[in-house]
């Protein structure tokens, strides 16, 4: 089987300790974790994490059946790159006297749709979203120009089509009580 990216999208109860024990089934495995990001999801108290991985559908499946049996998790899901509509945010900081002496760079960074978020005498920080193709090309475009730090997000994902999650959570959330 061909490997590729996966998205793990997994509902959870926010409780201590549950993050470790979920990339533990990674690391068990020798799987990367490409990019991860946690945040509350759309009912109150549920958290998600979201997880990007490269392994084969195979894989995936016996590792979504891993994470569901943690008791903490709600339920967890996977998708491919063509289900999902996702961004990553990064922000640059560069040298204001490298960046001023070239016009080009200001176009670059206005064609692609990024924005300059800071301007001191001696840095400018610019923050672009978008896919991380995206923020790369703009990585290699800055470097030259000084580039002084560099962060990226974790990839934020939300699928395509309808997912009866809301259902299942807000069912959730009314017959358990998430302390």
């Known amino acids: 089987m061909e490997k590729k990216n996966f998205t793990v999208s997994i509902y959870t109860e926010n409780n201590l300790g549950l993050l470790s024990r979920i990339a533990a089934i ?18 109150p108290e549920v958290m998600r994490f979201i997880i990007v991985v490269e392994v084969t559908e195979e894989q995936i499946k016996k590792i979504v059946g891993q994470i569901e049996k943690q008791i903490e998790v709600i339920k967890a899901f996977y998708h491919t790159a ?10 640059y ?34 923050e672009k979203t978008g896919k991380r193709s995206e923020v790369d090309e703009l990585y290699e475009t800055l470097k ?13 994902a939300v699928t ?20």
């Open 26 to 43: 990674f690391l068990k495995r020798h799987i990367n974790i490409e990019s991860i990001t946690a945040s509350p999801s759309e009912v």
């Open 144 to 156: 030259p120009y000084g580039l002084m730090q560099f962060v990226r997000s974790g990839t934020i």
């Open 93 to 126: 900081k560069i040298k204001s006297s490298e960046f001023l002496d070239d016009l080009n760079v200001q176009a670059f960074i206005k064609a692609t749709n990024a924005r300059i978020v800071t301007v001191t005498p001696k840095f400018f920080v610019i």
């Open 82 to 91: 063509e289900e999902m509509i996702y961004q990553e945010t990064a922000l």
């Open 160 to 179: 395509k089509n309808e997912m009866p999650i809301t259902g299942i959570l807000e069912k959730f959330n009314t017959t358990n009580s998430i302390s």
